[in-house]
């Protein structure tokens, strides 16, 4: 079996790759490599960050890489938090509950409640406010000094109340499209046949096998 970095140390994104990848590909963590280092995030798109964290790996250790970047996008607040959902809490000091999801989550849905737009309501959402959103995913690879992208994309809406306990991030306001259950209702199964990393890995595994 080949054996292909994950530019990542995150348990939940280790999970979906190699449960999308493990037929064909040994996916190794950056501490399966030794690397210890908090790669600086320091663009301002998706395929920005992930590029920088592949490039890191290829360059301190020469090994053939993959790297993501993720992140929430509500129409209602010009696409925040976009590439900043991560940490978006902490970068506006709205860290309250010690749970980084949590305070995630909470500051979206109170600059939600006090924006301008006033969401709609819909039977798919059980009578809940929703907001227009997407999950966005952009993974780079670097494979034999070549550099190539894949996107994926997920629409839906973020609705007023948080629901389910499975997944991670804003899993548990994020209704897709077609479904009346958040994310983390429909549970890590389900999320893994239509989310945006999902999306983006099934283009990147089409790659490696074509």
């Known amino acids: 079996m080949k054996t292909l970095v994950f530019a990542s140390n995150n348990a ?4 979906e790759i190699r449960s999308i990848l493990s037929d064909s590909y040994e996916i190794k963590s950056l501490s399966d490599i030794g690397c210890d280092v908090d790669i600086p995030e320091t663009g301002t798109t998706f395929e920005a960050n992930a590029l920088i964290k592949a490039q890191y790996v290829k360059q301190h250790y020469g090994l053939d890489c993959f790297a993501d970047d993720s992140g929430l996008e ?12 991560a940490r978006y ?15 995630n989550m909470n500051l979206l849905l109170a ?42 994309e997920v629409r839906g809406h973020i609705i007023d109340e948080k ?38 890995v099934e283009q990147l595994a089409a790659f490696l096998q074509s």
């Open 74 to 85: 509500v129409e209602a607040l010009g696409g925040e938090p976009g590439v900043y959902s």
């Open 111 to 152: 600059r939600l409640q006090s924006c301008s737009s006033t969401g709609f309501t819909s039977p798919a959402l059980n009578g809940r406010k929703g907001w227009k959103a997407s999950f966005c995913t952009c993974i780079a690879l670097i494979q034999d000094n070549d550099i190539h992208y894949f996107r994926g």
């Open 12 to 15: 939940h994104k280790l999970e």
């Open 163 to 200: 629901r389910g306990d499975a997944g991670f991030g804003y899993d548990p306001i994020f209704v897709p499209e077609g479904q009346d259950q958040t994310f983390a209702q429909l549970g890590n199964e389900v999320k893994n046949t239509m989310s945006h990393r999902a999306r983006a």
């Open 89 to 103: 809490a902490a970068i506006n000091g709205q860290t309250q509950t010690g749970n980084k999801d949590e305070d």
